[in-house]
């Protein structure tokens, strides 16, 4: 058997005999994606749809790996202060926390559990008045606290407990104009009772210590004490306001709440890190979902794009559509050489947008401190924020979801045109040819 020429350039069959997405049916995919002198606007138009599905899932990616960032930096600083379960004697501070405390840290999953006093008050300097949030803690508790410990800028906290100073955040101290071995007067109300009611407390204190947890909310307000001065400062005897734990397992709080509950000799308020901060997680979580829902929008809008490009393309190349058809191509053919022409445009942009998206996430904080010194901004002012940098966290599932959308959407964008162009009637076409 003799195969004719155009057969023997489609593998060794007719148009009409090949298989589902043979050689020649690529060959025609990939001619139609170059431009021509004479006929450059399909090609423009598949230029752009490239150009959009990468810029939508690039910024998908970079905005995705921003908002986890935010959560996981934000909980990460926000434990590492805070500790993960609070306990609070109902209607009274807690007494005997010495027992409590040593009973509560042999239960399984406590790492350390702490008393704190916790009061507001009044901070002032030479230069400025502000609130404060003072806490009371023992020496080898303070350290223990990886928000504290481990990120202190001056002094040290050796000798805490008898210095009779306090440990203030960086940017309380860089507004207050103070460093290690200056004063700072710390007032509250709850001071000593007379005839006429309660008389505030005023006392000064040496800064022995500034930190920066990098919240800078906390490291505006937070003021840490020793525990005895604290007690004779909030008129406290021998009590705390409550006791702070940290656990091995931070997202299994219902069993510890379990574990803890069961230990306990007396009725006490049991508050773990997602109730304490519930309503800031879960707005958090919320505008994360939204965000990606409104950029999924735009990923839309590209692959609407690779819709008018085939459809322009299909009345383009009507007449050679025509000429397949007379020659023995099939309708399945004819649609496989459309889809195969808005599906690579769309692969070829989805994962241009995932190369670029991730090289822009990796380097948003560098890129971020570039614009800055350029250009003399101040983009994610510290003091806006919670965080004084850009977080971004690339999470692998989130960015396979955002991939295989943008092929399934362009896939599906190119049904229609390809339908429409296997639906083409040749005679139609070359009437007037």
Known sequence: MTLDPAARQTGGATA??????????????????????????PSVIAAISFISIMVAVATL????????????????????????????????????????????????????????????AGVSTRLKQGGALVRG???????QLPGIGK????????????????????????????????????????????????????????????????VSNFDSVFVYMPLAEAQSFFNLDESVTLLEAFTSDPGNMDVMRQRITAALTEPMIVVDWRQRNKTFFDALKVERTVMFLILMLIIIVA??????????????????????RTMGATRGAIMR??????????????????????????????????????????????TQYYLSRLPSVMVTSDIVKIV?????????????????????????????E
Not at 84 to 108: C, D, I, W
Not at 190 to 212: D, E, K, L, N, S
Not at 357 to 362: I, P, S
Request: hydrophobic fraction near 50%; charge should be positive; include cysteine.
């Open 337 to 382: 050489v459309f889809l195969l022409t808005g599906t690579l445009i769309g692969l070829c942009g989805t994962f241009a947008g995932l190369i670029l998206g991730v090289v822009v996430a990796k380097n948003l904080e560098s890129l971020r401190q570039y614009l800055n010194a350029a250009f003399d901004l101040n983009l994610f002012d510290a």
């Open 61 to 120: 990616i970079v905005v995705t790996s921003v908002m986890n960032g935010f959560h996981i930096e934000l909980m990460n600083k926000i434990i590492g202060v805070n500790g993960h379960m609070f306990l609070q004697a109902v209607g009274k501070p807690v007494s005997n926390y010495g027992q409590t405390v040593e009973r509560l840290s042999r239960v399984e999953g406590i790492t350390h559990i702490f008393p704190v006093i916790e009061g507001a």
């Open 404 to 432: 295989a959308l943008a092929i399934v959407l362009s896939l599906l964008a190119t049904i229609y045109p390809s339908w429409r162009a296997a639906r083409l009637d040749p005679v139609e076409a070359l009437r007037y």
């Open 303 to 324: 692959t609407l794009s690779i819709i008018s490009g085939l459809t322009m393309l299909v009345k383009d190349k009507g007449r050679a559509i025509a000429i397949l």
């Open 16 to 41: 009409s005999g090949t298989m589902p997405f043979a050689r020649f049916e690529w060959a025609l995919a990939m001619r139609y994606l170059r431009a021509r002198k004479s006929r450059f606007l």
């Open 151 to 214: 990120s202190l800028l001056q002094g040290t906290l050796d000798g805490f407990e008898k210095s009779g100073g306090v440990a203030i955040g960086k940017v309380m101290a860089a507004e207050h104009g103070i460093q290690v071995g200056d004063k700072i007067t710390i007032l509250t109300a709850r001071g000593t009772a007379t005839p006429f009611g309660m008389a505030p407390r005023i006392r000064t204190y040496p800064v022995v210590a500034i930190f920066h947890i990098g």
């Open 137 to 143: 803690v023992l020496e080898k508790d303070i350290k």
